[in-house]
């Protein structure tokens, strides 16, 4: 798979499984790559390959560490963040 196709995909999974919107998928792939110093299209890779669809042997194992921590701290920092935006609608 090449490593743009890895990014959209990575970006729908994002989306449509940690219920981020689009902007919030594309900063935590950016997010990432700027921690890791590497690319978003690989960060992209590595996710979509060895963390959602468990392919064995991977070549970077902390690589794969470091996005799977990122991935558990999602759904505190997204419902965190609902509940804010939803408290200031109702403060309003």
Known sequence: MKRATCVQ???HVLVESF??????ADLVLQTLSTQR???VA???????HHV??????????SL???VEK????LPIEVDQSH???EHSRTAS
């Open 9 to 11: 995909q990575a970006r």
């Open 19 to 24: 219920g981020l919107s689009i902007n919030e």
């Open 64 to 66: 794969v560490r470091a």
């Open 42 to 48: 690989e960060i992209a890779y590595v996710f979509v």
């Open 83 to 85: 509940l804010e935006s």
């Open 70 to 73: 990122q991935l558990r701290q």
């Open 52 to 61: 959602w669809q468990g392919e064995p042997d991977p070549v970077d194992h």
């Open 37 to 39: 110093n590497t690319s």
